[in-house]
C-alpha cells in the first residue's frame, strides 16, 4: 500500500472537437445523476454550444457545485459542458477500472468542495484535484477490488432500473386510470369544489414577498415551506427555514397543517403538488404556495395529490399558466381546473395499488443504500 496523489496516476484530458459535433452525444451536467459512476442520460438530437471531447471511459466530473457529487464513466465517445472536467488513469500506474471508485467517493467529493474557489458559481479546478491523496493497493489487489465493486456496481443499475420500470407502470396506470375516469360515472367537479368548506383558509395562497422578510427568519418555530420542499408526491425536508410563532398567528391564512395539500404555483413542473408532512404540525407558506384542505367525505388526500401531479391534470394547468422565462399559475386558474373523482371505496382501491408499487420503489432504493455503503466501507478498509 502506497500514498499516492491523484495527480500521479490519473492526467487531465484536454481536446476540443475539431469535427462536426452534430455526429457526437453530448453530455451536460443535467446530465450526470449524483451519486451515480454510470452515464443514463444525454442528448444527441438538439443543437449545442459544447466543443470538449471526451472518449469512452474516461471520467466526466462537474466541478461546478462539487457538493452534487456528480462523476460518471464516459461509456462512449462525446463532447461536453466546460463545467465539466474530463480525465483519464494513466495505465501504467493504476488499474482504469479502479479509478472511478477512488473519484466516486465521499473523501474525494470534500476534497472538491473544501478546495473549490469563485463567489456565485464555486468550481473545483483540476489544479487543487490532482493533489488529493489517497491510499494505493498493489495492481493485484485494484483488480481483485474492482471486480467486487463493479459486480455490486451492476447491482445499482439491476436496482434502478427495478426503480425506473415500476415508476413508468406506476405513471402509466395513474394516467389510463384518469383519463378513463372522464368518461366515467366519476364526479367531475373544479377543484375549489373539492376543498373543505369549513374552514374559511382551505383554499388560499401563500404571503406577498412584502408580508414576510428575512428579518422575519428564525432559528427555530414555525416552518416556512419554500418552493425547493415541494415535490411530485414527495416533500423534500433538506432546507429548513423558519419563523416566530407571532409572525405564523399574523399570517394565520397562510398556515398550513400535515395532512394538507401544498400546490406549486411554478414550474418545474407547474402545479406539482405534495401531502404536507408531520404529525399535527404547523408550517407556513412561502409565496409561490398553494394551500389545499380537501373535503374528506368527497375526496382522500392521497388520491387527490396522485391526481392533480398526473399529466391530465398538468396538461390543464400550463394551458392555463403565464410567463415567457418560467410558467406560473395563480389561484384562480387553478380553481377551475376539472377533476375527476371516483367513490371513497375505489378510491382506497386504487390507493392501496400505488401504495404497494410504491413500497417496490422504497425497498430497491434501500438496496442501493446497502450496496453504496458496502461500497464505500470497502473503499475505506482498503
Not at 479546478?125 to 491523496?133: G, R
Not at 400546490?263 to 408532512?277: E, G, N, T, Y
Not at 382506497?348 to 417496490?360: A, F, M, P, S
Amino acid at each position: 500500500m502506497v500514498k499516492v496523489c491523484l495527480g500521479d496516476v490519473a492526467r487531465e484530458f484536454r481536446e476540443i472537437c475539431k469535427e462536426d459535433i452534430a455526429k457526437y452525444p453530448h453530455v451536460g451536467l443535467e446530465h450526470l445523476d449524483s451519486g451515480c459512476i454510470a452515464l443514463s442520460k444525454w442528448d444527441s438530437d438538439k443543437e449545442t454550444t459544447f466543443t470538449k471531447k471526451f472518449y469512452k471511459g474516461q471520467i466526466l466530473f462537474g466541478r461546478r457545485r462539487a457538493y452534487l457529487k456528480k462523476a460518471v464513466v464516459a461509456p462512449f465517445d462525446g463532447i461536453c459542458s466546460g463545467d465539466i472536467t474530463v480525465f483519464e488513469a494513466i495505465p501504467s500506474r493504476i488499474y482504469p477500472d479502479y479509478l472511478p471508485f477512488i473519484i466516486q467517493n465521499d473523501s474525494f467529493f470534500d476534497y472538491a468542495v473544501g478546495k473549490s474557489t469563485g463567489s456565485l458559481s464555486r468550481r473545483a479546478k483540476w489544479e487543487f484535484l490532482k493533489k488529493y491523496e489517497f491510499d494505493l493497493p498493489s495492481l493485484e489487489e485494484q483488480k481483485r477490488l474492482a471486480d467486487i465493486l463493479w459486480t455490486a456496481e451492476n447491482l445499482k443499475t439491476k436496482c434502478n432500473l427495478g426503480i425506473q420500470n415500476t415508476k413508468l407502470y406506476k405513471k402509466i396506470y395513474l394516467e389510463t386510470l384518469f383519463e378513463y375516469s372522464h368518461n366515467s360515472n366519476c364526479l367531475v367537479v373544479p377543484l375549489i369544489e373539492i376543498r373543505d368548506k369549513s374552514d374559511k383558509y382551505s383554499y388560499t395562497g401563500g404571503p406577498f414577498g412584502s408580508d414576510l422578510k428575512v428579518n422575519d427568519y428564525t432559528e427555530s418555530g414555525v416552518r416556512i415551506i419554500q418552493l425547493q420542499n415541494i415535490g411530485e408526491g414527495e416533500f423534500f425536508d433538506d432546507y429548513k427555514i423558519f419563523t416566530s410563532e407571532n409572525k405564523a398567528d399574523s399570517l394565520s391564512n397562510c398556515n398550513i397543517f400535515s395532512g394538507e395539500i401544498i400546490i406549486s404555483k411554478m414550474a418545474d413542473p407547474l402545479a406539482r403538488a405534495c401531502l404536507v408532512p408531520g404529525n399535527n404540525e404547523r408550517f407556513l407558506m412561502a409565496s409561490d404556495g398553494i394551500r389545499l384542505k380537501p373535503d374528506s367525505s368527497l375526496v382522500l388526500p392521497q388520491f387527490l395529490v396522485e391526481y392533480i401531479n398526473s399529466s391530465v391534470f398538468r396538461k390543464q394547468a400550463e394551458e392555463k399558466g403565464t410567463g415567457s422565462t418560467r410558467l406560473r399559475i395563480g389561484l384562480r386558474e387553478l380553481a377551475k381546473i376539472p377533476v375527476s373523482i371516483p367513490t371513497i371505496s375505489e378510491q382506497r382501491k386504487i390507493l392501496l395499488r400505488i401504495n404497494l408499487l410504491d413500497e417496490l420503489i422504497c425497498q430497491l432504493t434501500g438496496e442501493i443504500m446497502i450496496i453504496s455503503q458496502l461500497q464505500s466501507k470497502l473503499l475505506n478498509w482498503v
